[in-house]
């Protein structure tokens, strides 16, 4: 077993990175698409809308309208989960830590 000092450097240094990755989710730009571009939307790692693009081909049925922003948001939505999982792997590999090792924070 380590000595509680190295664990708890270990410790700091995720919590150091996590820090670091959660404002680099928070600048970081998600756009999704709906309807092959029609509708762009784009969120920050942390879900606030920056922008929103509607096609004016789709703007005369407002039930479609809405599906669309829909789709297009969970798609930015997604894209930013993938990403965060994908930089929190990275972290993790380089921190020694097994592949999708769950953190407390």
Do not use: W
């Amino acid at each position: 077993m380590k000595n509680i000092g190295e664990l708890m450097a270990k410790a700091h240094k995720v919590q150091s990175q996590m820090t670091i990755l959660q404002t680099k989710m928070a600048e970081q730009e998600f756009e999704g698409q709906a309807a092959n571009g029609a509708v762009t939307v784009t969120l920050t790692g942390k879900g606030n809308a920056l922008r929103v693009h509607v096609d004016k081909s789709v703007l005369d049925d407002a039930d479609t309208l809405e599906d669309l922003l829909v789709v297009a948001i969970n798609d930015s939505r997604e894209k930013a989960e993938t990403y965060m999982n994908t930089e929190m792997q990275k972290m993790q590999a380089s921190l020694g830590l097994p592949p999708n090792f769950k953190l407390p924070f």
